[in-house]
């Protein structure tokens, strides 16, 4: 049997007049899907709403993502040994830093390119600048061991010596919507409060770019490679929690004060499989059309998927779902909320 496991994580969630990811120009993201326009949410947008919700929600610490590694080295060299000043520790973290071989503006303190680091590799690198290691494979084990579970989720990629670069053991799909869409504009006028009484006009005026959309969003995780890279299966399957819980409670935050697009999934599905990961993005090929509402369509449309999907690969080793529309559901377990589908994923430890 293989030694794999795979989690697939899906969702169904809507959103009302929105702008959560805009482009260079301020429009929403879009895409051409199944001969249709879509709207889009990059990956790169959710997994930063993911990192953040990790920050307000756990006790886990996170990675930092800054060119300011030599500052952040130094905060900790400060915090082992107060009696070391800020400059001694400002050049003993920017000896260690670039003896792992990532390049220093000298005269900006900055990283030439964001380095992605954990506060435990932080503390190692800045144990090691008090003990004078110099030695760069034993600087780089620093950085090497240790991740913080986005580090590991998420994975790490430096330019200045691949070597450093952390494998992510997390793939997030662009959320696209399941139906077409049509971009429309919001005008819209501010007054001045003390413009004098004959003076007419707005003291401003403007436009917004916004869509609706009812999305499909998938991610997965290789829970067998992030137990090696923590070190431990409790610690990955707690991470895994973490992972599902901020996957399908966090929003990307663009215009959210505009529009308050707050929503949360209408439907979730978790599939465990020990061959591959599946994403049923298929489902949504041939856009849904409807006069009368996306999302019951799209949730039926999801679990179809699932069933064919066996024609191609093995049939999932646990499937948990959670859904608000009252259609004909997948073989697997239903949970009654979120929070019982997160503890019955405690069963991927029979998988280990």
């Not at 215009?255 to 994403?279: C, E, G, H, W, Y």
């Not at 066996?310 to 049939?315: L, T």
């Not at 646990?318 to 009654?336: H, N, R």
Request: a negative charge.
């Amino acid at each position: 049997m293989s030694n794999k496991i795979f989690l697939d994580i899906h969702v169904i969630q809507t959103l009302p007049p929105s702008n959560v990811n805009r482009d260079d120009s301020g429009s929403p993201k879009t895409a051409m899907y199944g001969g249709a326009r879509r709207a889009r949410v990059s990956s790169q947008a959710w997994k930063a709403a993911m990192r953040r919700y990790f920050g307000d929600n756990s006790s886990e610490n996170i990675g930092i993502r800054t060119k300011r590694v030599t500052d952040y080295v130094a905060e900790q060299i400060e915090a082992i040994d107060p009696s070391i000043d800020h400059d001694k520790a400002m050049n003993m973290a920017e000896l260690v830093i670039e003896g792992v071989g990532i390049s220093i503006d000298k005269k900006k303190n900055l990283a030439k390119a964001l380095f992605f680091i954990g506060k435990k590799q932080a503390m190692s690198l800045a144990h090691a600048a008090i003990e004078g290691v110099t030695d760069k494979k034993k600087l780089q084990e620093c950085l090497k061991d240790n991740p913080e579970i986005d580090i590991a989720l998420f994975g790490r990629m430096v330019a200045d010596d691949p070597s450093l670069n952390q494998d992510a053991s997390a793939q997030v799909a662009h959320a696209i919507s399941t139906h077409a869409v049509e971009t429309e504009f919001d005008y819209y006028t501010a007054m001045d409060d003390l413009s004098p009484d004959n003076e007419a006009g707005a003291g401003m005026l403007g436009t917004i770019e916004y869509n609706s959309e009812t999305l499909y969003r998938y991610a997965n995780v290789a829970v067998h490679e992030l137990i090696d890279q923590l070190g431990s299966a409790d610690s990955a399957i707690e991470a895994v929690k973490l992972f599902v819980e901020a996957f399908s409670n966090s929003m990307p935050s663009g215009k959210i004060n505009t529009f308050a697009n707050d929503t949360l999934p209408q439907a979730i599905m978790v599939n465990i499989r020990r061959d591959r990961p599946v994403s049923l993005v298929s489902a949504f090929e041939k856009p849904v059309r409807s006069t009368d509402g996306y999302v019951k369509e799209s949730v039926r449309r999801l679990f179809d998927e699932l069933n064919k999907s066996e024609k191609f690969v093995d049939k999932p080793v646990f499937t948990f779902y959670l859904s608000q529309e009252d259609i004909d559901a997948p073989s697997g377990k239903e949970e009654s909320n979120l929070k019982e589908l997160l503890n019955d994923l405690s069963q991927i430890k029979q998988l280990v």
